[in-house]
């Protein structure tokens, strides 16, 4: 039973946090005092975690037909416990958030209260909800810049990540699309079709590559960042961009998703590169 709420916390998704977390005080230039890194830090795990938490409490109608392997659909976590569960880590996090200085606090008050709109509210509004989710995944670089008095230099990670999370949403949407007609859940797929929300989240994503060599010309990050983003980021998404728009019968969603998670780590090992000297 234990197991099935850890799942819930989605373990892989909780190391990518921590280590964004991390790369955000790399490219900061800067690491805060162990006090408020420890009390950051655990901001950063109860807010994600519980975000997972209640995120899997709300899309249980979605989940029996998308995603019937989650905990709560098997049986191996009570929906009722489970969004007791959530709101407990949510709890912890604005207890942590507390002790901040004014500045990270707010900023991780802002994302509490995101994570609650979207689970109650904002998921069920057509690319609002996409948003939402996209703005709380960015801000974490804003939050450890803002812990050691940087936050201007968090700005181009912090645009990568919101557009990179977006247009993963939107794939998301796609994949779960026949869960969420189910479920009545009114998302931009079923409102624009499914093709024409793939198309969205390319271009999205061709946006995204042809930013991210400005860093690296502008002179704020190194070769090494220019290389690895180049070769382990771009070219990727560029195919990944070419099947969304090819007339491929079968995209192989769940596999694209994987895909896009695990290029995530890619990315930020490229903006760890790139914020070393």
Do not use: C, Q
């Not at 991780?108 to 509004?125: I, T």
């Not at 993963?168 to 189910?182: I, N, Q, S």
């Not at 024409?196 to 190194?222: C, D, E, H, S």
């Amino acid at each position: 039973m234990i197991g099935g709420y850890l799942k819930l916390l989605r373990p892989f998704n909780l190391i990518i946090a921590g280590a964004s977390f991390f790369v955000s005080f790399v490219l900061a230039g800067k690491f805060p005092p162990l006090k408020d890194f420890l009390l950051s830090f655990g901001v950063v795990l109860f807010f994600a975690g519980g975000g997972y938490v209640i995120n899997d409490f709300a899309d249980i109608e979605t989940d029996r037909v998308a995603h019937p392997s989650r905990p709560i659909p098997r049986g191996e976590a009570d929906r009722n416990r489970s969004l007791l569960f959530g709101l407990t880590l949510f709890a912890l996090g604005a207890i942590f958030a507390f002790s901040l200085k004014p500045l990270p606090r707010l900023i991780a008050l802002f994302v509490f209260v995101l994570l609650l709109l979207y689970d109650f509210y904002l998921k069920d509004l057509p690319l609002i909800g996409n948003i939402a989710v996209a703005l709380s995944a960015s801000v974490l670089f804003l939050f450890g810049g803002a812990l050691v008095g940087r936050l201007g230099a968090l700005i181009y990670p912090a645009v990568f990540a919101f557009l990179y999370h977006l247009g993963r949403e939107l794939v998301k949407d796609v994949e779960d699309v026949a869960g969420d007609r189910e479920s009545g859940r009114f998302t931009l797929p079923l409102l624009w079709g499914e093709d024409r929300t793939l198309k969205l989240a390319g271009v999205i994503y061709l946006f995204l590559v042809l930013l991210t060599p400005i860093p690296y010309l502008a002179g704020v990050y190194n070769l090494r960042y220019f290389l690895i983003v180049f070769l382990g980021v771009d070219l990727p998404l560029l195919f990944v961009i070419w099947r969304f728009f090819t007339e491929f019968p079968d995209r192989n969603l769940k596999k694209v998703d994987l895909f896009l998670k695990v290029d995530m780590i890619v990315a930020l090992f490229a903006l760890y590169e790139g914020g070393l000297v």
